[in-house]
């Protein structure tokens, strides 16, 4: 069983930065992948960037690809989303998740494939 806990959400004027933290509680947290999730009002969960057990794998979508950095703290059972060049259309409830499969390109995007989920943060950026 994982917890996960995000926070660093707020309102951010269009291209600012934000980082966004997700910390694990339970155990085995680096037997994990991680993933970043994002959902706007009347629009269905997206995939954002996902990270390997190891934290040298990652993986993006096309819209934050050169913008988002995903990593994580293995010692602190945390990870990160760095956000910068922020635009109004990043604005979002972003959620944190968590699962043991490797899955595929296609696969991994799905929120279907992840077992575990916080709460979400919200991100609001002003244009």
């Known amino acids: 069983q994982v917890q996960l806990v995000e926070s660093g959400g707020g309102l951010v004027q269009a291209v600012g930065s934000l980082r966004l933290s997700c910390v694990a509680s339970?155990?085995?947290?680096?037997?994990?992948?991680m993933a970043w999730f994002r959902q706007a009002p009347g629009k269905e969960r997206e995939f954002v960037a996902r990270?390997?057990?190891?934290?040298?794998?990652?993986y993006y979508a096309d819209s934050v690809k050169g913008r988002f950095t995903i990593y994580r703290d293995i010692a602190k059972n945390t990870v990160h989303l760095q956000m910068n060049s922020l635009k109004a259309e990043d604005t979002a409830v972003y959620f944190c998740a968590a699962d043991r499969g490797s899955g595929t390109e296609v696969t991994v995007r799905r929120p279907s494939s992840y077992e575990y989920w916080g709460q979400g943060t919200q991100v609001t950026v002003s244009s």
């Open positions: 990270i390997s057990q190891s934290g040298v794998g990652t």
């Open positions: 339970g155990r085995s947290f680096n037997t994990y992948f």
